[in-house]
């Protein structure tokens, strides 16, 4: 699909990278979701996806310098240096807040994070939903059918599938996995590729996995002992996950889009607002209406972006 790719300033870049590095340290806000709004999403993914080849180019070959820098040519630096910067200085700055918000009030917290999931869900939808409709004009240009580009029934299935698969994950009491690397470095590179997967939010996976409190804990306090292994993760996330992920959306979008709406609605059940530490849920106590409020802050929140990215979406397709 063609994408058309916002005017960005260096300036600008920063904030932009500053404001996805906040929202990736919040359980259902994506800092792909972000990066869409803001216009820089197609430009960071591109460019990572370029970084790789260049780096498979100088291993592999063929003309490993020359093919090297043909690639990176193509790496938009100007977005992604001052966007790395503010997401790290972000990240940095909000990590140590939001810890102790989810030790102190973790029923509260859970209410809006549940709230904020399920307005995400939206975003993959309406990216299926969009990616169909491309498809679609495409076919009738060229004087083709446009029967085939609909969510069919597998599609659905491959969903409900996932949602269950993500239920039962969640529903698993979560390791003990401050200190262990066999189990922080896989959940890093698998939480990094909600980078390519706008709607999915890399702190929403780190919950899931139990991580989300050690992992802020450890940005605030500077933890090296626990940051390398998760610095790894994410390293090996970005060069295996992200490229398999631009594979599966560059080729099975609809398939690929299902399956996460699945992952991220059966993965609500993490973010109950009633549950001990061993996920055993229970009722909702007096504090019913309460968290229903945040409930509906938390989905108001992301619901506001999602309708920005609508219009914004559409504005540079009429001036395509």
């Not at 933890?223 to 994410?234: C, K, N, R, S, V």
């Amino acid at each position: 699909m063609t994408e058309t790719y916002r005017r960005t300033s260096i300036p600008g870049n920063l904030v932009r990278g500053a404001m996805m590095g906040a929202v990736e340290t919040v359980p259902g806000t994506s800092g792909g979701t972000v990066a869409l709004v803001v216009g820089i999403y197609y430009q960071i993914i591109d460019s990572a996806g370029s970084v790789i080849s260049a780096l498979r180019r100088l291993i592999t070959g063929p003309d490993r310098k020359e093919g090297f820098k043909q690639e990176l040519s193509k790496v938009y630096w100007s977005v992604v240096i001052p966007v790395l910067i503010g997401m790290v200085a972000a990240l940095f700055t909000v990590a140590g807040p939001m810890a102790n918000l989810m030790e102190a009030h973790p029923v509260q917290m859970r209410s809006i994070f549940f709230g904020m999931v399920l307005a995400s869900v939206s975003v993959p939808v309406r990216m299926m939903l969009r990616g169909l409709e491309i498809q679609r004009r495409n076919a009738a240009a060229l004087g083709r059918g446009t029967s085939d580009f609909r969510v069919k029934p597998h599609h659905i299935v491959f969903g409900i599938v996932a949602a269950i698969t993500a239920f039962i994950l969640v529903s698993l009491p979560p390791a003990n996995a401050e200190a262990n690397i066999w189990i922080v470095v896989p959940a890093a590179a698998i939480a990094v590729s909600a980078l390519v997967l706008p709607g999915l939010s890399g702190s929403f996976l780190l919950l899931t996995f139990g991580l989300y409190e050690s992992t802020m804990r450890a940005v605030s306090e500077l933890d090296l002992g626990y940051l390398a292994p998760f610095l790894l993760g994410i390293l090996i996330g970005i060069i295996l996950v992200v490229k398999s992920l631009q594979w599966l959306l560059n080729n099975h979008h609809t398939t690929t889009l299902a399956v996460l709406t699945g992952v991220m609605i059966g993965g609500l059940r993490s973010l109950w607002p009633w549950q001990d530490a061993a996920r055993n849920l229970s009722a909702p106590g007096s504090d019913l209406w309460g968290c229903i409020g945040l409930a509906a802050i938390g989905f108001a929140a992301v619901m506001v972006l999602v309708i920005l990215d609508a219009k914004l979406a559409a504005r540079d397709e009429a001036s395509v």
